[in-house]
C-alpha cells in the first residue's frame, strides 16, 4: 500500500539531546499529521499541521509543514526516557478522504 | 482514554476462521477509519465510512468488509483468515468526513488479531 517515506527509520540518543526526524511524499498534502505510538497502544496525536511553512510546537516538539507541501519536519528538544516509542507522521492531499501514514520511526532514549 | 472503543482486545483463531472487530467511536465523531499494522510496520488504510456511507477505500482485500451502523459504531469482518492476516487492527474516528480542513483522527488501542 501506500505510504510515505520517514527518516531516520530508528534513532538512539542520549537523554537531554534533540532530535530531528521526517517525512517526505511523492504528492502534494494539505495537512500533515504527526503521531506517537507506544508499545501496544493506539498513535496519539503529537501535532496538526494545515499550512504550507507552518511551525506548531507542543511542549518540547515542534513540527513544521514543508513549503513545498510534500514534507513534514518533527524536532523533539531535550529528550526524555518517556520519548521513547514510534513516531508517525500522517499526510492527506486536497479532496482525498483518506490519511497516509509514514514508516514511522522508532526513537529509543538513553538515560 | 481516547473516547475511540475497540473490542476484544486480543483474538486467537485459526486460519479459514470468520471474526468481527467492533469500534465505537468518540462522541459527536461521525467518520470511522479502520488500519492495519502488521508486526513492525506502519499504517495501513483500509476503510473509512463517514455517518453510515463509505467514503474511500484503501487495499482493503475482498475478505475483508466492513460497515457504520445508523448508532455510528463500525464493524470489521475478516474471513477466511490466513497467517498474514496477523496484525493489530485500529480504528480511528474523526468528527468530519475527512476531505475538509481541520480533521484529525483519534485511535482506539487496537484489536490483535492473531491467526494459527
Redesign the interface.
Known sequence: ?Q?LNQSPQSMFIQEGEDVSMNCTSSSIF??W?W?KQDP??????LI?L?KAGELTSNGRLTAQFGITRKDSFLNISASIPSDVGIY?C?G?SS??????????TRLKVLA | DSGVTQTPKHLITATGQRVTLRCSPRSGDLSVYWYQQSLDQGLQFLIQYYNGEERAKGNILERFSAQQFPDLHSELNLSSLELGDSALYFCASSDRDGRGGANVLTFGAGSRLTVL
Open positions: 500500500g505510504q494539505n495537512t499529521l503521531y501496544g497502544e493506539g498513535p496519539v496525536l496538526a494545515y508517525f500522517a492527506r479532496g482525498t478522504y483518506k490519511y497516509i501514514f509514514g514508516t514511522g
